[in-house]
């Protein structure tokens, strides 16, 4: 009874389950935040590069088993199919008889430097393996980074278009009346009806060009294609100055950065092979003891059941071939101690070119944003004159066309800036 209890509840929870291990697949509303922590667990690359640790972990238990007893049994039978033989002048013949025998026999490494060393050797590529890992993380989440402050600075700008495209649309019926009442020239509307066909279409190539950021956005978070996805941070939320100026002036802590990291467990490891080839020239130790038993027992036996031998192996000449290796490693060690201080030099000028990137595209977006404030002062201006008849069509598209490219340059601004800061960051190992 209890049985068939357990084996309905288990049938029960299965589905739950089944459905708790995929990916969601509903609409998903993410901030930025939200959106790394999807990312990091969702993320089919990153899953592919999380299982290099396992496979890691499997190949020390490989390597700590060869320190481990090892212990074999055999099963034999054989038969003579009862021959008969005598020994030469003698009339007498002796029958062979069926043997069988069961052994039992267990083997014990006692000391290897090479073992030892070997098994601290794969624990430092498992570290090496865990810190790609996490190198690999961090590139995914640059990228959902910029994606999520790419669609926020596209939809911002789409919705700017539109604003502007129902504005001209309004000047477009004005001029129109203005020209059945006699007011306004032909020209003038269709200057207008220009203008507004223009917008149409930027806004068509804008909606494109959002929509194919979303799948790229949704490729990085393993969603499934067409899973509606919603962003509810604002992009003034991460337009704060004061954080900007703050991270240009921070200090570089170089041992922070997965890079080098990597590269000081690489020089580890490096020296790791150093000693393992050293470990070639010391002796090894090891112990056997086995254990027979006739199962079929002949008439004459004088086989030990009991056996057990200690071997030491002493390495004497192997031809130079092992100082060869030895020289090999210590080559490759000092390649990696030149490669470590050469990344050293290469990551500290690298944060001084991203400060200095993220200071300029601060002023840029500053100048940028002052921009927008002028152009639209004088687009409103425009407006007015060109209302009153002070002004023709053509100047009022110029304005228009002005404070557009004003808001295009702003947006560009405004991503530059942003991706400056998370390339500061990355750099830093501060992606949150």
Same mark, same amino acid.
């Given at each position: 009874m209890k049985k068939r209890v357990l084996i309905t509840l288990i049938a029960f929870f299965i589905p739950w389950i089944v459905q708790a291990q995929q990916v969601p697949s509903g609409p998903q509303s993410l901030?930025?935040?939200?959106?790394?922590?999807? $990312? *990091?667990?969702? @993320?089919?690359? +990153?899953?592919?590069?999380?299982?290099?640790?396992?496979? =890691?972990? $499997?190949?020390?238990?490989? $390597?700590?088993?060869? &320190?481990?007893?090892?212990?074999?049994?055999?099963?034999?039978?054989? /038969?003579?199919? =009862?021959?008969?033989?005598s020994m030469p002048g003698s009339t007498q013949t002796t029958t062979l008889e069926d043997q069988s025998t069961a052994?039992?026999? *267990?083997?014990?490494?006692?000391?290897? &430097?090479?073992?030892?060393? &070997?098994?601290?050797?794969?624990?430092?590529?498992?570290?090496? /393996?865990?810190?790609? *890992? &996490?190198?690999?993380?961090?590139?995914?989440?640059?990228?959902?980074? @910029?994606s999520y402050y790419t669609i926020l600075v596209s939809e911002r700008l789409t919705e /700017? %278009?539109?604003?502007?495209?129902?504005?001209?649309?309004?000047?477009e019926t004005h001029t129109t009346n203005m020209y059945k009442a006699g007011t306004a020239e032909v020209t003038d509307v269709d200057q207008i009806k220009i203008t507004v066909g223009l917008l149409k279409n930027s806004l068509l190539a804008m909606e494109r060009t959002i929509d194919v950021n979303y799948n790229l956005l949704r490729l990085q978070l393993g969603?499934?294609?067409?899973?509606?996805?919603?962003? /509810?941070? @604002?992009?003034?939320?991460?337009?704060?100055?004061? #954080?900007? +100026?703050?991270?240009?002036?921070?200090?570089?802590?170089?041992?922070k950065n997965t890079q080098y990291q990597l590269m000081q467990t690489q020089e580890d490891l490096q020296k790791k092979m150093v000693v393992l080839k050293k470990m070639a020239y010391t002796p090894t130790l090891s112990a056997r003891y086995g254990y027979t038993h006739r199962l079929i027992e002949p008439s004459l036996d004088f086989s030990p059941k009991h056996s057990a031998t200690i071997t030491m192996n002493i390495p004497v000449f192997s031809g130079l071939q092992r100082k060869a290796q030895l020289d090999q490693e210590k080559i490759s060690l000092e390649q990696s101690t030149l490669t470590k201080s050469f990344l050293e030099d290469q990551l500290f000028l690298q944060e001084e070119q991203l400060k200095?990137?993220?200071?300029n595209t601060l002023e840029d977006y500053n100048l940028q944003k002052e921009n927008i404030r002028v152009a639209k002062k004088v687009l409103e201006n425009y407006q007015h004159k060109?209302?009153?008849? *002070? %002004?023709?069509?053509?100047?009022?598209?110029? $304005? #228009?066309?002005?404070?557009?490219?004003?808001? @295009?340059?702003?947006?560009?601004?405004?991503?530059?800036?942003?991706?400056?800061?998370?390339?500061?960051?990355?750099?830093?190992n501060e992606l949150k």
């Open positions: 901030s930025l935040e939200e959106a790394i922590r999807f $990312a *990091v667990e969702h @993320n089919k690359e +990153l899953q592919t590069s999380q299982m290099d640790i396992e496979l =890691r972990d $499997a190949m020390i238990t490989e $390597a700590i088993s060869q &320190g481990l007893p090892q212990i074999n049994g055999t099963l034999d039978y054989s /038969t003579n199919f =009862r021959h008969k033989m052994s039992l026999s *267990v083997s014990q490494l006692l000391f290897s &430097g090479q073992w030892i060393i &070997g098994l601290q050797t794969s624990k430092i590529a498992k570290s090496i /393996t865990t810190q790609q *890992v &996490g190198i690999t993380e961090q590139d995914i989440k640059e990228t959902v980074y @910029n /700017t %278009v539109k604003q502007n495209l129902d504005n001209m649309s309004e000047i969603l499934q294609a067409g899973t509606q996805i919603h962003l /509810t941070d @604002n992009l003034n939320d991460f337009l704060h100055e004061d #954080n900007f +100026l703050k991270l240009s002036l921070q200090d570089f802590d170089i041992n200095f990137t993220l200071k060109y209302n009153a008849g *002070v %002004v023709s069509s053509l100047d009022l598209t110029q $304005a #228009n066309n002005n404070y557009l490219q004003a808001e @295009n340059n702003y947006t560009s601004a405004c991503l530059n800036l942003l991706q400056s800061q998370t390339q500061l960051e990355k750099l830093y």
